[in-house]
C-alpha cells in the first residue's frame, strides 16, 4: 500500500464525505463521534495491555481499525474547520520540541 501525507489523508476524507457520505455531521455530532471513538479505542488498549479481560463481543475488534476510526473523525474536524493538519503537526512538533527538548533527558525516571 502507498504511503499517504497527511494532507493527502484529509483530502481522501473530504472526497468521500462527498462522494458517499452526502455532507458532513456537524462539528458538535462530530466531536461526540470522535470521543465515541476513542472509547473503543480506550476499551481495546485496556483489554490488550491493562488488566481487563475481553468479553465475547470484543475479540473480534481490530487496534488498527480502531485507530483508523478515530483518524478519520479528526480529519473530519479538521477539515471542517479549515486546519491544515499537516501545518498544525509541524508547528505542535516544534512546541514540543522547544519546551521538552531537554525535559525528558533529564528526567531520573525516565
Known sequence: MAEI??????????NWIK???VRYFNELTNMT????EVGEL???????YGEQSFK????????????ADVLWVLL?????T?????AAFEKNLQKKTNRDKE????????
Open 5 to 14: 501525507t497527511i494532507q493527502e489523508a484529509q483530502q481522501k476524507v473530504d
Open 103 to 110: 525535559r525528558h533527558i533529564n528526567n531520573k525516571k525516565l
Open 19 to 21: 462522494t458517499y457520505g
Open 33 to 36: 463521534i470522535l470521543t465515541e
Open 56 to 67: 465475547e463481543s470484543d475479540k473480534h475488534r481490530d487496534l488498527g481499525d480502531e485507530m
Open 82 to 86: 479549515g486546519v491544515d493538519m499537516t
Open 76 to 80: 473530519c474536524l479538521a477539515n471542517q
Open 42 to 48: 480506550a476499551r481495546i488498549m485496556a483489554r490488550t
